[in-house]
């Protein structure tokens, strides 16, 4: 399902149009299939929507309606200087039709603008291909339009690839501002991922990596508790007591772990017993004489 309003119509270098602005865009709606998301903008929304009661790639025709009325008259069908009015318009206002539509425009409209979805053209199995052979559209050879052999009319005039001379200038005397990196997972998520009985290879590599600092890493806290995370960043002693390890050895396969890394670490075998010592060192951020008995 898309964002289909004016705004979001372009046209390309050739005058051919151009859909654009898919980032609120829902995708995986198969037939038969309904979601509940709430969003787009208001005057081109579907009745569905706004009343909640679930959706389907239905709500796209009632868009394309809307979108066709605007084109048509120059406003959207159904629209208030006020939301919640323009919302109620939408769910039980009567569709007014210009006298100086054509005939075959009028029941385009009407029959894309039915509130009951199951009476909406191109809601059936037919879906497109029942709009597309509509009286409307009779002169139009739909395999024309999709090659662009239709002259389009209007075509931009450009110096180049790079020429924004065609918009507004509000926009393109901006400075582009990059999007922040959410890739790190924050300290709320990470709580989902505690207790997992096994851990990556590779985490384990990070772990061991000289001068780790496990500060902003989405995965060593669930290596060990945060006591211990606390404690090895500061330097100090922990209780064995509290170590759980949260992987078993066949779960670590050391042979994935770099040998260069290997010489960081000093390994041993702890017996049971050594595993209740009082206390064992931290020392740069690793924890030594620890390995994991099976």
Known sequence: MAHLKPENILLDAQGHVKLTDFGLCKESIYEGGQTNTFCGTIEYMAPEILTRSGHGKAVDWWSFGALMYDMLTGAPPFTSDDRKRTM????????????????????????????????????????????????FFRHLNWDDVYAKRYEPPHRPILKGDDDVSQFDTKFTIQTPVDSPDDNILS????????????????????????????????????????????????????????????????????????????????????????????????????????????
């Open 88 to 135: 109620d318009k939408i769910i039980k206002a009567k569709l007014i039709l210009p006298a100086y539509l054509n005939i075959e425009a009028r029941e385009l409209i009407r029959n894309l603008l039915r509130r009951q979805v199951s009476h909406r053209l191109g809601s059936g199995l037919e879906d497109a291909l029942a709009i597309k052979n509509h009286p």
């Open 187 to 294: 300290e709320s998520a990470n709580q989902v991922f505690l207790g997992f009985t096994y851990v990556a290879p590779s985490i384990i590599a990070d772990m061991i990596r000289p001068n780790f600092n496990n500060n902003g890493c989405r995965s060593p806290k669930k290596m060990v508790s945060s006591e211990l995370t606390s404690h090895t960043l500061n330097h100090k002693m922990y209780d064995s007591n509290d170590y759980r390890p949260c992987a078993t050895t066949e779960a670590m396969d050391i042979s994935d772990i770099p040998s260069n890394s290997l010489k960081n670490v000093k390994s041993s075998t702890l017996s049971r017993q050594q595993l209740n010592k009082p206390k064992s060192p931290v020392i740069s951020g690793l924890v030594q004489d620890i390995t994991i008995n099976r």
